[in-house]
């Protein structure tokens, strides 16, 4: 599951980052307008103009760079009595055209929406996946509700300080030496059984259970046709 996921939100992340680009380059058009009207730059006149939030100027550490650049430039220039001071090799240019900030904000402002609209879609394919799996879960825990109990008696014909390991989508996986043991708190579904020195089998055969070699591990399965308590004898035997 957790790769599944990975899978369906990373289209979320790009969104994520385009708006986070797009906010940023919102601000540094604002931010270069208001030094080419020499307009004094406050956080208040920006988050209008912008309609950007201040929490955005005082949270995001690029943004509030951004900005002070713009505010250091625009009192340079001030200082200078109007004069565009020399290049600082900062992200603002001071000496961009009126109109073509215009045609940049315009732009940008066309982006920002466009990719909120993506972010709107993929979030809500998200919600719609995340309530599908919610119902799957319950579907499980009503079916796990019904489930007997089930305990598996491992028998080892040779004792071993080599671990076994027992995984399950459903159970904390945990390691344990060779040895025999009563292990409790089985229910339907299915578990993976692995020591690379040992192979596992059924000691008798029951019905609704298997228990069959599976890559490097052995896949023991317990269905919802077995109705009543019992405990399952695995033999485990040393490959010679």
Known sequence: MPKD?????????????????????????????MIHNEEEITISRVCKLSRLSKSYLHQNERAKKLFNEAKAIAEEKTKYEGRIPASTGLDINPQMRHEDMLLQYEEVKRKLQESYMITFQL??????????EIQEHKEQLESLKKSPAFKLHLIPNERSFTAYRIDSP????????VEEVVLNGFKWGEYSLSNPYYTFELATPIDGITLEKKDNAYLLTIADKVKEELTIDILMNVIN
Do not use: C, G, W
């Not at 990373?10 to 931010?31: C, F, G, M």
């Not at 979030?123 to 599908?132: I, M, S, T, V």
């Open 5 to 33: 996921h990975e899978r369906n939100t990373s289209p979320l992340q790009e969104a994520r980052k385009k708006i986070a680009e797009e906010k940023y380059n919102t601000l540094k058009t604002v931010l270069e307008d």
């Open 170 to 177: 459903l159970m904390i996986s945990f390691e344990s030496p």
């Open 123 to 132: 979030l809500q394919e998200e919600n719609k996946r995340l309530k599908q």
